[in-house]
């Protein structure tokens, strides 16, 4: 008599900043779906960097960015402290990561081989973006929208819509 095999529903964590988040996110998210079950998108509170907009803006401007089917499958949380906290605390095992350029890779190697000494059972998948979206960061986004510029094929329209009212208050 054979074993039926069960399945583990695979998890994985996607964390980031996402200030603002961009159609270079979704993309990294939509190849995690393609590769896991779930995702846990996990949106950085207190971060280095001083976000333009707030948490909750953040969350909403990935929700609405999300088809329903995605949502199903996609969690979104804040959170603040180390990343392999949080992956322990919603137990994932694998850390997704866009790599753009040869550029990002020292850094993202680096982060990779020090959450491995903090969460040895962690891995670090680094996934590269459409072509059309390698030369897509926030930073740069929040530039071309403080200047004025379109935001076509960079951004979700919602957020493009709040870029916009959040320059033109300033």
């Known amino acids: 008599m054979t074993k039926k095999a069960t399945h583990t529903p695979r ?54 960015s999300l088809t329903p089917e995605e949502l199903e499958r996609v969690d979104i949380h804040a959170f603040e402290g180390l990343l392999v906290d949080v992956a322990r605390r919603f137990g994932a095992l694998v850390v997704v990561r866009g790599l753009r350029y040869v550029s990002d890779f020292e850094f993202e190697m680096q982060m990779a081989e020090l959450n491995r000494k903090l969460h040895p059972d962690m891995e670090t998948v680094f996934l590269p973006p459409s072509e059309k979206y390698g030369a897509v960061n926030s930073t740069l986004i929040k530039q071309i929208a403080e200047g004025g510029g379109s935001l076509r094929d960079l951004v979700p329209p919602g957020v493009s819509r709040r870029l916009r009212q959040r320059f033109r208050r300033r």
């Open 11 to 64: 998890l994985a964590l996607f964390a980031g900043t996402f200030d603002p988040v961009t159609l270079g996110h979704l993309d990294i998210l939509r190849k995690s779906l393609r590769l896991f079950d779930r995702v846990v998108v996990a949106i950085a509170i207190g971060h280095h960097k001083t976000p333009l907009f707030t948490v909750e803006e953040r969350t909403e401007m990935f929700e609405e």
